[in-house]
């Protein structure tokens, strides 16, 4: 069993997967396109494979927050399928924004991020 501050970082992480798992099954149940249904049920078969791995090293059972699962559910309901499902850009930045130069001299090689339409 870990130690110390990795026992607190590794529960944590626990808590996340199962979490997520729990999310993404979640959101697989209220989806109507088969195809997205199918991807959400992988992410969180994934997601479970993740927190077992977890327990196999905290060796206890760990609840979901429950107010995340909440607020990140209703969040993606509110949002809709896009937000639910959106393909990472080839660029590297998180699903739904863009990166693009700061038109300022003084910052010719900062970045931005902003949403995409």
Not at 17 to 32: P, S, V
Request: charged share 30%; aromatic share 10%.
């Amino acid at each position: 069993m870990a130690t110390g501050n990795y026992q607190e970082r590794i529960t944590a992480a626990q808590k996340n997967e199962i979490t997520e798992h729990i999310l993404y099954r979640k959101l697989a149940r209220a989806t109507k396109d088969a195809h997205n249904r199918e991807v959400l049920l992988g992410i969180s078969r994934d997601e479970l494979s993740h927190y077992r791995i977890w327990k196999g090293y905290t060796k206890r059972d760990e609840k979901p927050r429950l107010f995340m699962l909440w607020a990140y559910y209703l969040v993606s309901r509110v949002l809709g399928s896009a937000a639910k499902i959106r393909p990472r850009r080839t660029t590297g930045t998180w699903p739904g924004t863009c990166r693009r130069r700061s038109k300022s001299p003084a910052r010719k090689t900062a970045t931005r991020l902003r949403w995409c339409a």
